[in-house]
C-alpha cells in the first residue's frame, strides 16, 4: 500500500528485464489519482476485476482507492510514464468531466498527450527540480483537459473476466465496514471460504481479507487526513479494537494514525 504524502510526483520508468523486478509490479492501493502513459512492453494491466491488453500509448487513469497492478507477459523491454497527484482545487472540475468508464485510453503516436509526455520528459532533464515542479503542475492540468476532450472511442474496454468476482468486489465495497468475517463475504454466493481465497489469490494476487483490511486502512488514513480523530475512525471504519486498527494502520504506512498529517489542497 502507498501512502503519498508529496501531492505531485514524476517518474520516466524503463526496466530491461522486467521479470528481474518483480517487487515494482506488486498489487496495491492509494489515496491518490494515478497516471500511466505506457510506452514499451508486453503487459495487462488490472484495476479491481478489470484487465486491460495493453498497447503502445496508452493512457492508464487509476482513481483513488481502487486496487491495481501489472501482469508483465515477456521479458521485453518494459518502459512507462507515471504521475501520481493529490485532489485539488484546480483538478477537481476536470476530474469530473472524465467518465467513470475511462480507465484506459488509446492515444495516436504524433497525438497531443504523446506530445506532452515526450515534452514533461524534456523539461525533468532540463529544469532544476523546483523549476520542473512547477511546470508539472501545469503539464498535469493540460493532461486532465485533453483526456476530458478526448472521444468515446478512444476509450478501450476491459477484457471479459469473472463475473462472479465482479459481484463480490461490489458486495465488499458496498459492506466495506459492516462485514466481520470472509464467511459475511461467502454467504450471499453460496461459496466456500476455500474457493473465495483461490479467485482473490489467482485473479487479483491477494487474499480477501488483505484487500477488506487494505481499503479500510485507506478510508481511515482519507478521514485523518480531514481531521477526523484516530479513536473514531476505527470505529467508523470497522475494525473491532483501537489496539489492532494501530498496529494495522503503523504496520501499512510506517507510522501511527496520530502522525496523519492533514492534506494540504492548492
Do not use: W
Not at 51 to 63: A, G, T
Request: hydrophobic share 35%; glycine share 2%.
Amino acid at each position: 500500500m502507498q501512502n503519498l504524502l508529496t501531492p505531485l510526483t514524476y517518474d520516466h520508468l524503463c526496466f530491461k528485464n522486467p521479470y528481474n523486478k518483480p517487487e515494482l509490479f506488486m498489487m496495491h492501493s492509494h489515496n491518490s489519482y494515478e497516471i500511466i502513459f505506457f510506452e514499451k512492453g508486453e503487459a495487462t494491466y488490472v484495476i479491481e476485476d478489470r484487465k486491460y491488453q495493453l498497447k503502445r500509448n496508452d493512457f492508464i487513469f487509476i482513481r483513488p482507492l481502487r486496487y491495481h497492478y501489472i501482469e508483465i507477459n515477456s521479458n521485453a523491454e518494459y518502459t512507462r510514464y507515471n504521475i501520481t497527484f493529490n485532489l485539488s482545487r484546480k483538478n477537481t472540475e476536470l476530474i469530473e468531466r472524465i467518465p467513470e468508464s475511462l480507465e484506459v485510453l488509446n492515444c495516436a503516436s504524433e497525438g497531443i498527450l504523446a506530445n506532452i509526455f515526450q515534452r514533461m520528459d524534456y523539461y525533468h532533464h532540463s529544469l532544476n527540480d523546483a523549476e520542473f515542479s512547477n511546470l508539472l503542475a501545469a503539464l498535469l492540468t493540460e493532461i486532465l483537459y485533453n483526456v476530458s476532450l478526448s472521444g468515446k472511442e478512444q476509450i478501450n474496454l476491459p477484457l471479459e473476466t469473472s463475473k462472479l468476482l465482479k459481484n463480490i468486489l461490489t458486495h465488499i465495497n458496498d459492506n466495506l465496514f459492516t462485514i466481520k468475517t470472509v464467511k459475511d463475504i461467502c454467504a450471499p454466493f453460496f461459496i466456500s471460504e476455500q474457493y473465495l481465497f483461490r479467485q482473490f489469490q489467482e485473479q487479483l494476487k491477494i487474499t480477501p481479507k488483505k484487500y477488506l483490511n487494505a481499503k479500510r486502512l485507506l478510508h481511515a488514513q482519507k478521514m485523518l487526513q480531514l481531521g477526523k480523530k484516530p479513536t473514531a475512525v476505527y470505529l467508523e471504519c470497522g475494525f473491532d479494537s483501537y489496539v489492532g486498527f494501530y498496529k494495522q494502520y503503523l504496520k501499512s504506512f510506517g507510522y501511527p494514525p496520530s502522525q496523519e498529517k492533514h492534506l494540504k489542497t492548492l
